[in-house]
């Protein structure tokens, strides 16, 4: 899935902080401005990523002249941040998953003769099936 939600920069002396106040807890910071983006893009992916594994509800995403009512010094800025859950999860969450599957018998045999790379293939056909290009 693909998001966006506003989040608010405040930098500090050393750092910029990061808030993102749809959702709960999601703060983090960088060094710089390009870092603070990074890492705030970084977090919301996560946080996202893992409310979907877990079927929790995703809270929407408030608008950005909402989360400027929130800012409280004039040094504070807001953002709109995209995340890509579905990116994410082909990046990060390479584990294998075993599965049991049947086949008629000649093809099986026709495939071990041919020393055909099964899991290989299954991924090939299931990402042609479903369209995924990646």
Known sequence: ??????????????????????LPGLNTFGGNLAEALYMAQDAITMWLWDAENKSEAIPPASTQAEIAKLCTAPEQSVSMVAADTDEYRRQNDTRSVRKTLSLPAWLNNQAEKANAPFSQILQQGLKEYLHITQ
């Open 1 to 22: 899935m693909k998001y966006v939600y506003p989040v608010i920069f405040t930098p500090e002396e050393e750092n910029i902080l990061v808030s993102v106040p749809d």
